[in-house]
């Protein structure tokens, strides 16, 4: 553990573990997952939730080194290749705020997520993913995050759209809710 005055060099960020603990993929208990952490000399570890969402603090700027870090550590603690996205609390901010589905307002009706996604998509994947919107999904794409909201009441019998594939890139997706909760808690 470290000081206060350690605490002022470190830098705050949340980890979103691509494909770990979703349909039956890639179980892991959060104990171990923190522990992958603190192995890999990360600080004040802590998860939320089973899918995949570790708040820590690092010396370390660089989110790709932190990234390229604990995938290697996890590639050789649970021979686990997943995506590991590391952003910083303003980052998850800056997301949520350009969210244009109105989240909060429009809960009781529509749920809404958030994929952060490796790269920023192309122009021609991104009109194909507009042209497949309608009444069962919205899309918008803001920078490296995809947007998408469907009514409530179609939740458990809407299509399976590989936004991946559609995209051409790689991301993982959360619900507005988690991440409003990720803020929270990565700004205690």
Not at 52 to 64: A, C, L, Q
Not at 90 to 110: D, G, I, R, S, Y
Not at 141 to 146: A, E, F, G, I, P
């Amino acid at each position: 553990m470290y000081n206060s005055i350690d605490a002022a060099m470190h830098n705050k960020f949340v980890a979103l573990l691509r494909g770990i603990n979703v349909g039956g993929s890639a179980v892991m208990k959060m104990t171990d997952v923190k522990k992958q952490f603190d192995e890999a000399g990360l600080s004040d570890v802590k998860t939320y939730i089973q899918s995949g969402n570790v708040i820590f603090t690092s010396p370390e700027k660089d989110t790709s080194k932190i990234s390229l870090k604990l995938k290697k550590q996890f590639q050789k603690s649970f021979n686990h290749n997943g995506e590991i996205f590391i952003l910083s609390p303003e980052q998850l901010k800056t997301a949520l705020a350009h969210c244009p589905f109105e989240p909060e307002k429009n809960e009781a009706k529509q749920l809404c997520h958030l994929m952060f996604l490796s790269d920023k998509p192309g122009k021609q994947q991104i009109d194909k993913l507009m042209g497949m919107s309608g009444e069962e999904y919205s899309f918008a794409v803001h920078d490296k995050v995809l947007y998408y909201a469907y009514p409530r009441q179609i939740a458990g019998h809407r299509r399976n759209i590989n936004f991946e594939k559609v995209l051409g890139v790689s991301g993982t997706a959360r619900s507005w809710k988690v991440i409003s909760k990720l803020i929270e808690l990565s700004s205690e």
